[in-house]
């Protein structure tokens, strides 16, 4: 891009409200310059997200501004960790000023929201694609990881599953559901995940484990049963499922997005039995359901799905192999 | 890409030969988990390079990852940052596995040499590009930047100019140079550039601004001035320029690549007068010339450049203009 081009791209991006005070230079030099406060451990992930392959090609800018960040929040959650910087590296084939208008409001509006401060990037002619890359931090030791789950443990979900697959579908298939709330409901579920940063935060000392669904409740449970070397038992009948999508579903299609159609960006989290008392308490003001949806066996015993305590039909026992990707 | 064609990949970097001992989570949860030592300010930058913009389509992928992480390196330098931790994120259109190899081998060799520590990343399918996130570290208030040059400071560059953009030509266009020894030489400038790190940290208690030469002399010691809000006078007759390039191409052909060319990754820094004596103990012994090419101003000054101590011929002032990106 010609240099006129960048400065005018950068216009919509370098926009600091108010500074963090950990933030010691943003934008503007070779590096950004950050102060750890003492005691907390730095979190970082990094996430690309390319036109097509992780959004359509029609999304609204605004929505995609938001999704890139909550899916990077999302990360940070799973942690346990408060949010804080974020790096953003920015392909894009043209300047079109009304699609960067909308993308940084939504953007910056997501970010303000959680107290971040963006303190660097990148912009670059090319196919449509960003790279985030997401600093937070956690007290020392108490990050919550994926190799901490022990046989005995509860296996807990928030929110509901399978709701944003659903929304996917309509969107992907341009089909309507009648009542227009419950269509909006699904799309929104899909477009607009709500990161679970306080949930996380809270979970800090009493899960043994967590993970974010961003693959699918099959796929992400099964990286903390690998990490953990763990078995487990999931009770389908338990999964927690939105009203909205089992109206107006068929059941065997919500069962497959909610155990592996992905993108719902709850957590799924292992909390000892001594603890579950306590999780009422942290996780029950918050506003959020969250179910126990079974739990943690030896790693021999395998990773098995029952309905109604009996193993579940084959089609679902499958599932682990048609994880999407 | 499919299920296994991550883990194909993923095995290509998931190679850690040795933790550095302030990776408390490297690879293969949520995020990772990083702390920082006390009095040190952490350093963040990112960079995308897209196939086609800032690379040619027939790259070595030996040397495309070097040079990836080697014009990352090239910011921590310009702070005086000492290297840490690296996040990939990498767009492949296909799964290549000599590619990878060569590829990864690069990255990893140039990682190792500098102790740092390859923490995360996503892999993903589409047009060739990568963002890479560097995170260093500088003691506490001794970081270089942009905006400490003052009047009466002498301005300095490491190394030669305009190699690389010579380099970059003689690829653009097929050209060859009679002597082997020499073409390889400049070939070798644009595609194997030497951050200078151990520069840029000998530099911390010595200059008084930083930056590193990417876009070219001209354009790169603007953002100084900008940032400093000062002006600057350059000669032209200074300018450190290699042999090999003073002996094969126009005078003003050379005077244009150095000025303007780019991609040398060199630093520039400025150093107040109380400090060159100095100057000459940190960076003598470091192998590396290094070459004062002028003096800063006062802004009203603005930026000039002499040629044996009188205004340069219009077609150089007006460089500015045409600065590349």
Redesign the interface.
Known sequence: ???GE?ELIARYFNRVTSSRRDV??GI?????????P?KQ????????L?E???FLRDIHPADLGYKALAVNLS??A??G?DPA?L?L?L?LPEVDESWLQAFSDSLFELLNYYNMQL????T????L?M?L????M?P?GK?L???GARPGDWIYVTGTLGDSAAGLALLQHHQRIADPAVHEALIKRHLRPMPRILQGQALRALASS???ISDGLISDLGHVLQ?SRCGARVNLEALPLSAVLRDHFEHEQVMRWALSGGEDYELCFTVPEVNRGALDVALGHLGVPYTCVGQILPEADGFTLLENGKPASASFQGYDHF?K?
């Open positions: 891009m010609a240099c960048f010691e230079k503007g030099d070779d590096c950004a310059l950050l102060n750890l003492e451990t730095l979190a970082i992930s990094t996430d690309t390319v097509g392959v992780h990360d940070l799973a942690m960790a910087w790096t590296a392909t303190i660097g990037g990148d670059t002619r090319g196919p694609s790279t890359g997401i600093h937070g956690v020392v990050a990881r994926r190799s967590a993970i974010d990490a994880v990707k």
